[in-house]
């Protein structure tokens, strides 16, 4: 079946302008990651949602960072006033369940990133 | 607090030779442990994960990797590399208690040479 798709899969941003990066997850799985990963470097956490949750954004660099999911579906990663050391890959991941049944063990799978360039 | 180390950001081997990539962790809680692998221009894919069973896990593509609570140790292993193996890896370890927050390590970028 269809796996996670991520869009655009490259965009080039100038310094300042707002970027929206698109996540559609497995069909019916109700947990939904990003994480930023940049060059040379692991993934790192940005946010989670359970459906249209967002239970952690502890990881969102700065509030020019902004993460939704408003049908527990679809997400959108928003940056705004793009700075050059947002440049990186931004990975979309999901997992089909939640809670005691669901959590930490549970596998994630991920999109194939959005390559971000700020320039 | 969890944080992923591995060891050797670039390991190269031969075709047919032993594969080992070293990680390791640190995490408070008991941890849920993954290994992943990234492909050119592609998202991270899971080999295997361990999840308080067995501490010997078997992962796709022939690989394993062992849990060591007294060496808080996860090295992935594959007895005889293949020219397809030449990719990414990726060590993450997620706390009992948080379902969402991995942590993973740097990437070990694996070379096979014919």
């Known amino acids: 079946g269809a796996g996670v798709s991520q869009s655009p899969r490259y965009k080039v941003a100038k310094r300042g302008q707002d970027v929206a990066l698109r996540c559609d997850p497995i069909s019916g799985h109700v947990s939904l990651f990003w994480y930023q990963q940049a060059l040379g470097q692991g993934p790192e956490f940005l946010t989670y949602f359970q459906n249209e949750a967002q239970l952690d954004k502890s990881g969102l660099p700065s509030d020019r960072f902004f993460a939704e999911r408003p049908e527990g579906s679809v997400s959108t990663l928003k940056i705004q006033r793009t700075q050059q050391e947002d440049s990186a890959v931004y990975l979309c991941?999901?997992?089909?369940?939640?809670?005691?049944?669901?959590?930490?063990?549970?596998?994630?799978?991920f999109g194939p990133g959005t390559r971000l360039l700020v320039l | 607090a969890q944080s992923v180390t591995q060891l050797g950001s670039h390991v190269s081997v031969s075709e047919g030779a032993l594969v080992l990539l070293r990680c390791n962790y640190s995490?408070?809680?008991?941890?849920?442990l993954f290994w992943y692998v990234q492909y050119p221009n592609q998202g991270l894919q899971l080999l295997l994960k361990?999840?308080?069973?067995?501490?010997l896990v078997k992962g796709i593509n022939g690989f394993e990797a062992e849990f060591k609570k007294s060496e808080t140790s996860f090295h992935l292993t594959k007895p005889s590399a293949h020219m397809s193996d030449a990719a990414e890896y990726f060590c993450?370890?997620?706390?009992?208690?948080?379902?969402?927050?991995?942590?993973f390590g740097d990437g070990t970028t694996l070379t096979v040479k014919p």
């Open positions: 361990y999840t308080s069973a067995a501490t």
């Open positions: 993450a370890v997620t706390p009992a208690l948080n379902a969402g927050k991995s942590t």
């Open positions: 995490s408070s809680v008991p941890p849920y």
């Open positions: 991941a999901s997992s089909p369940l939640r809670g005691l049944a669901g959590g930490p063990q549970e596998t994630q799978y």
